[in-house]
């Protein structure tokens, strides 16, 4: 039986008009007709097992397309709990609409059960928070929610809609507003000629490419860019696989705790040409100490304003365009120095020496060279917040954008899980991996169930060392010392099989890329449990605090 047009039918059609093909959420009272709705149209409604993991999937769903994941809750708790991955989504300029019920507007306004001003709990971390007045505020509302989370430079945005409005009958006639979409822009011919300018004079360029190269497509056009001129390119944690990392100008990824080899090429630089780059990627002090490189901004908006990032030339517009018509303009070819090449076959050297290491448990290098061993090209990996993303970040070689997912904004743990089943539900035809610690994974775990229920297939490996690993190496590295890090773990087989997944138990070194393989081909949910010796992280920093330049 088709439901009577009220508004909650009338949300619905405005999310099938803006392209939505999945809600993540938990429903609660005062939104059944919102959810009674969806289920008489083609957009799939995915029951979670706790908020903060729907607004994770709307985030990383939304990375991945572009298009503006949709998380729902109920009001009250329902919706404090999605302000994690809401937050975590605007800090990585990830477009998400996040909807939630609210309390009638016949006692919205006085002391009364669950009522919380929500959107002002949401205001400051989203782009847009607006509650929904009237039923015939709607289709403007989310047309705006739209617009707003996904135009440069994207995030997340809320609107709360009261359980009276939601109910309402909506006049006849009324009806979800047409989509526009923002076209290309050129860049301003006066800013390419003045960025070529500062170009001509250049001794030892370097390109640093983020995210907002990534979101704006333009990983050819960056490569054209690096080619014709002879530029070394480096990317952020959250811009890996933007530039391919078996590219002969690769510099590799910046963004560890220390003076990584990558930095030793913005050591040298003279000019630093960013493209896409985010502040909230990469503090620029760490590239840019001394405030004296001459920096050329290109992004589709302004710079943040920061005393470690002057820049001399903004250039917006669309990236590609941009990037063409800069490279047209600048008449000269740069000499790429042995000092890439030094970069580059340092990180290759580790990886070598990742691939060779038996001890177990096992080295995180190790880990890592398996990984990237038993994924392919095109294949996803997602990387928690933690020791894993440091090392994963730095050694796991990337070579498509969007293929290595880390939290650089916020740096959110427990996002990879949930994370996951969005990724196979954005790509199925590919493979998916989360790549966890154990504090990290227990976070979020709960929603190995909602893939399982789902049949959504994906793997985790969980990198067992039965504490916060990453605070941990903190501690050691600046106090010596270590405490209240440490903690107790469940049989990991034994969970991912209460759960109806698979369960895995590394026991030796060489179980792991065969076991990953087989996870990997099998069609449904997987935990691999791997116990990691973190020795190998006091090691690295060591290493990395008496490395010295120039190379």
Same mark, same amino acid.
């Given at each position: 039986?088709?439901?009577?047009?009220?508004?909650?039918?009338?949300?619905?059609?405005?999310?099938?008009?803006?392209?939505?093909?999945?809600?993540?959420?938990?429903?609660?009272?005062?939104?059944?007709?919102?959810?009674?709705?969806?289920?008489?149209?083609?957009?799939?409604?995915?029951?979670?097992?706790?908020?903060?993991?729907?607004?994770?999937?709307?985030?990383?769903?939304?990375?991945?397309?572009?298009?503006?994941?949709?998380?729902?809750?109920?009001?009250?708790?329902?919706?404090?709990?999605?302000?994690?991955?809401?937050?975590?989504?605007?800090?990585?300029?990830?477009?998400?609409?996040?909807?939630?019920?609210?309390?009638?507007?016949?006692?919205?306004?006085?002391?009364?059960?669950?009522?919380?001003?929500?959107?002002?709990?949401?205001?400051?971390?989203?782009?847009?928070?607006?509650?929904?007045?009237?039923?015939?505020?709607?289709?403007?509302?989310?047309?705006?929610?739209?617009?707003?989370?996904?135009?440069?430079?994207?995030?997340?945005?809320?609107?709360?809609?009261?359980?009276?409005?939601?109910?309402?009958?909506?006049?006849?006639?009324?009806?979800?507003?047409?989509?526009?979409?923002?076209?290309?822009?050129?860049?301003?011919?006066?800013?390419?000629?003045?960025?070529?300018?500062?170009?001509?004079?250049?001794?030892?360029?370097?390109?640093?490419?983020?995210?907002?190269?990534?979101?704006?497509?333009?990983?050819?056009?960056?490569?054209?860019?690096?080619?014709?001129?002879?530029?070394?390119?480096?990317?952020?944690?959250?811009?890996?696989?933007?530039?391919?990392?078996?590219?002969?100008?690769?510099?590799?990824?910046?963004?560890?705790?220390?003076?990584?080899?990558?930095?030793?090429?913005?050591?040298?630089?003279?000019?630093?040409?960013?493209?896409?780059?985010?502040?909230?990627?990469?503090?620029?002090?760490?590239?840019?100490?001394?405030?004296?490189?001459?920096?050329?901004?290109?992004?589709?908006?302004?710079?943040?304003?920061?005393?470690?990032?002057?820049?001399?030339?903004?250039?917006?517009?669309?990236?590609?365009?941009?990037?063409?018509?800069?490279?047209?303009?600048?008449?000269?070819?740069?000499?790429?120095?042995?000092?890439?090449?030094?970069?580059?076959?340092?990180?290759?050297?580790?990886?070598?020496?990742?691939?060779?290491?038996?001890?177990?448990?096992?080295?995180?290098?190790?880990?890592?060279?398996?990984?990237?061993?038993?994924?392919?090209?095109?294949?996803?990996?997602?990387?928690?917040?933690?020791?894993?993303?440091?090392?994963?970040?730095?050694?796991?070689?990337?070579?498509?954008?969007?293929?290595?997912?880390?939290?650089?904004?916020?740096?959110?743990?427990?996002?990879?899980?949930?994370?996951?089943?969005?990724?196979?539900?954005?790509?199925?035809?590919?493979?998916?991996?989360?790549?966890?610690?154990?504090?990290?994974?227990?976070?979020?775990?709960?929603? %190995?169930?909602? =893939?399982?229920?789902?049949? #959504?297939?994906? @793997?985790?490996? &969980?990198? +067992? /060392?039965?504490?916060?690993? !990453?605070?941990?190496?903190?501690?050691?590295?600046?106090?010596?010392?270590?405490?209240?890090?440490?903690?107790?773990?469940?049989?990991?087989?034994?969970?991912?099989?209460?759960?109806?997944?698979?369960?895995?138990?590394?026991?030796?070194?060489?179980?792991?890329?065969?076991? %990953?393989?087989? =996870?990997?081909?099998?069609? #449904?949910?997987? @935990?691999?449990? &791997?116990? +990691? /010796?973190?020795?190998?992280? !006091?090691?690295?920093?060591?290493?990395?605090?008496?490395?010295?330049?120039?190379?």
């Amino acid at each position: 039986m088709t439901p009577q047009a009220n508004a909650a039918r009338l949300i619905v059609q405005a999310l099938e008009a803006e392209g939505v093909e999945y809600v993540f959420g938990i429903p609660g009272e005062e939104n059944i007709h919102f959810v009674d709705a969806l289920n008489h149209s083609p957009i799939r409604y995915v029951l979670v097992r706790h908020e903060q993991a729907a607004a994770f999937m709307a985030e990383i769903y939304g990375r991945l397309t572009g298009k503006a994941g949709v998380a729902s809750a109920t009001l009250g708790p329902g919706a404090i709990n999605l302000q994690l991955g809401v937050a975590d989504a605007t800090t990585n300029s990830t477009p998400v609409v996040a909807i939630t019920a609210q309390v009638g507007l016949d006692r919205i306004y006085k002391e009364s059960h669950q009522v919380v001003d929500l959107v002002s709990l949401f205001r400051p971390i989203t782009k847009w928070a607006e509650l929904a007045p009237s039923p015939q505020a709607l289709p403007e509302l989310i047309r705006k929610a739209f617009k707003t989370a996904q135009t440069e430079r994207p995030g997340a945005v809320y609107l709360a809609i009261p359980e009276d409005v939601e109910s309402a009958p909506v006049p006849a006639g009324l009806r979800p507003l047409p989509v526009n979409v923002v076209r290309p822009q050129d860049p301003s011919p006066s800013q390419i000629a003045r960025a070529a300018d500062v170009l001509a004079t250049a001794r030892r360029p370097i390109v640093l490419a983020g995210h907002g190269a990534t979101r704006d497509r333009a990983s050819q056009a960056l490569v054209r860019f690096s080619e014709r001129l002879g530029l070394p390119v480096a990317t952020t944690f959250n811009g890996k696989g933007v530039f391919p990392d078996d590219h002969r100008h690769a510099l590799g990824a910046v963004g560890f705790m220390r003076h990584d080899y990558v930095n030793f090429g913005f050591d040298e630089a003279d000019v630093l040409i960013s493209v896409g780059y985010e502040l909230q990627e990469f503090d620029p002090v760490k590239i840019n100490p001394a405030r004296d490189k001459k920096i050329i901004h290109i992004h589709r908006f302004a710079a943040e304003v920061d005393d470690h990032y002057p820049v001399e030339v903004g250039v917006q517009g669309d990236i590609s365009r941009s990037l063409h018509a800069l490279g047209d303009a600048v008449h000269r070819r740069f000499e790429i120095n042995g000092t890439g090449e030094r970069i580059r076959r340092m990180v290759r050297e580790e990886l070598e020496q990742g691939r060779s290491e038996n001890g177990f448990p096992m080295s995180p290098r190790r880990v890592v060279a398996d990984i990237r061993e038993a994924m392919g090209r095109e294949d996803i990996v997602l990387a928690d917040t933690g020791a894993v993303k440091m090392w994963m970040a730095r050694m796991y070689p990337t070579y498509e954008p969007n293929t290595m997912l880390v939290s650089n904004g916020l740096s959110s743990m427990g996002f990879s899980v949930p994370g996951a089943l969005a990724a196979k539900l954005a790509f199925p035809r590919r493979r998916v991996l989360a790549a966890t610690g154990d504090g990290a994974f227990l976070m979020n775990s709960q929603e %190995l169930e909602t =893939a399982v229920r789902e049949r #959504v297939p994906f @793997v985790v490996l &969980v990198w +067992v /060392d039965d504490a916060y690993g !990453l605070i941990e190496w903190k501690m050691d590295l600046e106090l010596g010392r270590n405490s209240n890090v440490a903690f107790g773990n469940p049989d990991f087989v034994k969970y991912a099989e209460s759960f109806g997944a698979r369960g895995y138990r590394i026991t030796g070194a060489g179980e792991l890329l065969p076991t %990953l393989r087989k =996870a990997l081909a099998d069609d #449904v949910v997987s @935990v691999i449990a &791997v116990p +990691v /010796d973190y020795s190998a992280n !006091l090691e690295l920093t060591d290493k990395l605090g008496e490395l010295t330049g120039p190379f």
